[in-house]
């Protein structure tokens, strides 16, 4: 049993990291209100967090030069970026100079990523600290239990879809969803209309097939059905839906958080024993010696149970990228919500 802390330091981190997330594949896509929107959304958990009392500069003057937001005892700048990189750093602070912008000589980043954690550096006599969502998660889970709970509920507060549902007592999804009706839009997308002995069969096996990965896939713990997600967003479209979602072990490594990449080892293994795919060795070859044989190493998802025959990861992919959107993909696997299947 969990206790409450752990509970909802579990929830929380989900919360965070799924919304963070969403933000990620929407700046990729050229969208990045949900991004200015964050700055709105994190400023009081940050405030808690880190005991400041940072206000929104964007509110004062659409657009800031340099900064989103400032602390008003100390005058430290923070701005909210997508950007992970130096450059723009260094870009910021240059734009702070340029337009003569009133803060102190301390410069914060928020960076809305879950693959590092920030670090100090200094730009034209100017500190800087980089924060990432897994620096505040660790910063939230330092607080004594008062401020603990109470920067939980602004994050309910201000994340409340992202929070997961899970049953209280442990890490398991507590449901899932999928449409009300029998996709015949996947079925026509996929032509599975004459998989069967009649078309009069086709819906209600397909439904019945979606249904039974749904309810084992809702069973596997939170963290496992995170990085099974990531998989299947970042692996290449197979051609056809009888393929193996997969995507090369190193490359996978790079859209992982910290934690993720000491656990990909166990989370592995449950995928494997739970039937969800394995790890699969590939293009053997003869190394320089003469005699160790040398692999490419990939993390393979396949999930079939019963005709009409298909692995389901690949069809699920497939049709999410024709008829929806990437984000979709990555939350109907995160979430457990297939229902905009049609």
């Known amino acids: 049993?969990?206790?409450?802390?752990?509970?909802?330091?579990?929830?929380?981190?989900?919360?965070?990291?799924?919304?963070?997330?969403?933000?990620?594949?929407?700046?990729?896509?050229?969208?990045?209100?949900?991004?200015?929107?964050?700055?709105?959304?994190?400023?009081?958990?940050?405030?808690?967090?880190?005991?400041?009392?940072?206000?929104?500069?964007?509110?004062?003057?659409?657009?800031?030069?340099?900064?989103?937001?400032?602390?008003?005892?100390?005058?430290?700048?923070?701005?909210?970026?997508?950007t992970e990189t130096s450059a723009k750093i260094e870009n910021s602070i240059d734009t702070i100079i340029r337009n003569n912008v009133n803060t102190s000589r301390v410069i914060w980043f928020l960076m809305l990523t879950t693959n590092k954690h920030g670090q100090s550096g200094r730009h034209s006599g100017y500190n800087t600290q980089t924060i990432t969502i897994n620096d505040l998660v660790r910063q939230i889970c330092a607080l004594p239990d008062q401020l603990f709970f109470t920067a939980v509920e602004k994050i309910k507060e201000k994340l409340g879809p992202w929070f997961s549902r899970q049953n209280n007592s442990d890490l398991k999804v507590g449901g899932y969803k999928l449409p009300?009706?029998?996709?015949?839009?996947?079925?026509?997308?996929?032509?599975?209309?004459?998989?069967?002995?009649?078309?009069?069969?086709?819906?209600?096996?397909?439904?019945?097939?979606?249904?039974?990965?749904?309810?084992?896939?809702?069973?596997?713990?939170?963290?496992?059905?995170?990085?099974?997600?990531?998989?299947?967003?970042?692996?290449?479209?197979?051609?056809?839906?009888?393929?193996?979602?997969?995507?090369?072990?190193?490359?996978?490594?790079?859209?992982?958080?910290?934690?993720?990449?000491?656990?990909?080892?166990?989370?592995?293994?449950?995928?494997?024993?739970?039937?969800h795919g394995h790890l699969a060795q590939t293009n053997p070859r003869i190394a320089g010696d003469g005699i160790t044989i040398n692999y490419?190493?990939?993390?393979?998802?396949?999930?079939?149970?019963?005709?009409?025959?298909?692995?389901?990861?690949?069809a699920l992919k497939i049709y999410y990228l024709a008829a929806l959107t990437v984000e979709d993909l990555y939350k109907a696997f995160e979430q457990v919500d297939f229902s905009l299947l049609r």
Request: aromatic share 10%; with cysteine.
């Open 296 to 314: 490419d190493h990939y993390i393979q998802l396949s999930w079939r149970t019963s005709e009409p025959d298909m692995n389901i990861y690949t």
């Open 180 to 275: 009300s009706v029998s996709p015949v839009d996947f079925i026509n997308h996929h032509n599975l209309w004459d998989r069967l002995d009649s078309k009069e069969e086709v819906p209600p096996a397909v439904f019945k097939q979606l249904q039974v990965f749904a309810d084992d896939f809702s069973k596997l713990p939170l963290p496992i059905r995170i990085v099974i997600a990531k998989i299947v967003q970042h692996a290449p479209t197979p051609k056809d839906i009888f393929q193996p979602l997969e995507i090369e072990l190193d490359e996978f490594y790079y859209h992982l958080g910290d934690d993720e990449r000491d656990e990909l080892a166990q989370i592995l293994g449950v995928i494997e024993k739970k039937y």
């Open 1 to 82: 049993m969990l206790t409450e802390r752990h509970r909802c330091t579990y929830e929380i981190t989900f919360a965070l990291g799924s919304y963070v997330t969403q933000i990620q594949l929407l700046a990729k896509e050229g969208q990045t209100d949900s991004a200015k929107a964050a700055e709105d959304s994190l400023i009081d958990i940050v405030n808690i967090a880190y005991n400041c009392n940072f206000v929104n500069m964007n509110t004062v003057r659409p657009n800031h030069p340099g900064i989103d937001w400032k602390e008003t005892r100390y005058g430290t700048g923070l701005q909210v970026t997508v």
